[in-house]
């Protein structure tokens, strides 16, 4: 059974181009959550998805930033005009409906 | 707000000792406490959770320790091995609607392994 998988492992972008990170959950989980963490600090959370639906997107920057997670296909955390502040390793997390979370190996991404 | 943090940013360990790792959290409200350990360059980890209902739960060389009274966490590792050197994070569920919850994580304890 395979974990939590994200694509790209390593993503550089420079300033005002737009990153998009994606994240296939596990088999058989139904929601997606994504986190971002910074050097030597703890993972925020940012956005949480059900197929199909937003149930809670509060940790996510007003701007530029988007998520979803479609019907069929993985979740895609979106970044548009990406700044340097952006730089940051982004986890992706898969439950069950009721039941703990995975962590994916993340996503790290260097704005330039 | 509700936070959950650390009292120790690094620890040092003698290989073969007992690590103490502390957690404090401030929302009593909180029912859910994981722990879970992060490898340089990986994702985090689950290794032991505990709900508010016990006091204490362990695992294979890992104890969770839970003194809702002060709102402290702990984790116990045993006879500490290299492969245990790592960030180790606590972090606590918080409530939404339905029935998974997202994470609210402290900031970490570096664990380095000394032989």
């Known amino acids: 059974n395979a974990g939590v998988m994200q694509n790209p492992r390593h993503l550089v972008r420079r300033r005002g181009q737009e990153a998009r990170l994606r994240c296939s959950p596990m088999k058989g989980h139904s929601h997606v959550y994504w986190y971002r963490q910074l050097p030597e600090e703890g993972l925020k959370f940012m956005v949480y998805?059900?197929?199909?639906?937003?149930?809670?997107e509060s940790g996510m920057p007003k701007e530029r930033f988007s998520a979803e997670f479609p019907k069929e296909g993985p979740s895609i955390l979106r970044i548009q005009q990406v700044v340097r502040g952006d730089s940051a390793a982004y986890f992706c997390?898969?439950?069950?409906?009721?039941?703990?979370?995975?962590f994916g190996p993340g996503t790290r991404l260097t704005v330039t | 707000g509700e936070s959950v943090g650390l009292h120790l940013p690094t620890l040092s360990v003698q290989e073969g000792d007992n690590s103490i790792i502390n957690c404090a959290y401030s929302?009593?409200?909180?029912?859910?406490f994981i722990w879970y350990k992060q490898e340089s360059g990986k994702g985090p980890q689950f290794i032991i959770d505990i709900r508010s209902n016990m006091d204490k739960r362990q695992g294979q060389r890992v104890t969770v320790l839970l003194n809702k009274t002060v709102k402290h966490l702990s984790l116990q590792i045993a006879a500490t091995q290299p492969g245990d050197s790592a960030v180790y994070f606590c972090a606590e569920e918080g409530a939404l609607s339905g029935t998974a919850s997202k994470l609210t994580f402290g900031t970490g304890t570096r664990l380095q392994v000394t032989l």
């Open positions: 929302n009593s409200a909180s029912d859910y």
């Open positions: 997390a898969s439950s069950p409906a009721s039941g703990r979370e995975y």
């Open positions: 998805l059900q197929k199909e639906n937003i149930i809670d």
